[in-house]
């Protein structure tokens, strides 16, 4: 059972920069690849990016592509988003999820997520 904890959330004016953490917890967190997800106000979650269990392989949404960066460090048990020229449209809670599976856009199949951090950009 993996137990996840967002944090780095908060309230940014538009082309500012968030960092976001995601501590994993209660099993072996190489063996999972690690995902971000978002869902903006009123709208469903949405696939952001995801990192494999090494470090070795990335993909990005296209929305994020060029903007956002994910990486781990699997020591600490922690995967981060490093979020750069932030938009408005950027706004939402963001969520890290984990998955022996490498990897799926869809949510459905994701067991393990954390509880959410709320990013707020301002234009």
């Known amino acids: 059972q993996v137990q996840l904890v967002e944090s780095g959330g908060g309230l940014v004016q538009a082309g500012g920069s968030l960092r976001l953490s995601c501590a994993a917890s209660?099993?072996?967190?190489?063996?999972?690849?690690m995902v971000w997800f978002r869902q903006p106000p009123g709208k469903e979650r949405e696939f952001v990016a995801v990192?494999?269990?090494?470090?070795?392989?990335?993909d990005y949404a296209d929305s994020v592509k060029g903007r956002f960066t994910i990486s781990r460090d699997n020591p600490k048990n922690t995967v981060y988003l490093q979020m750069d020229s932030l938009t408005p449209e950027d706004t939402a809670v963001y969520y890290c999820a984990a998955h022996e599976v490498y990897y799926y856009t869809d949510p459905s199949p994701y067991e393990y997520w954390g509880q959410g951090t709320q990013v707020t950009v301002s234009s």
């Open positions: 990192i494999s269990w090494s470090g070795g392989r990335e």
């Open positions: 209660g099993g072996t967190f190489s063996d999972y690849n």
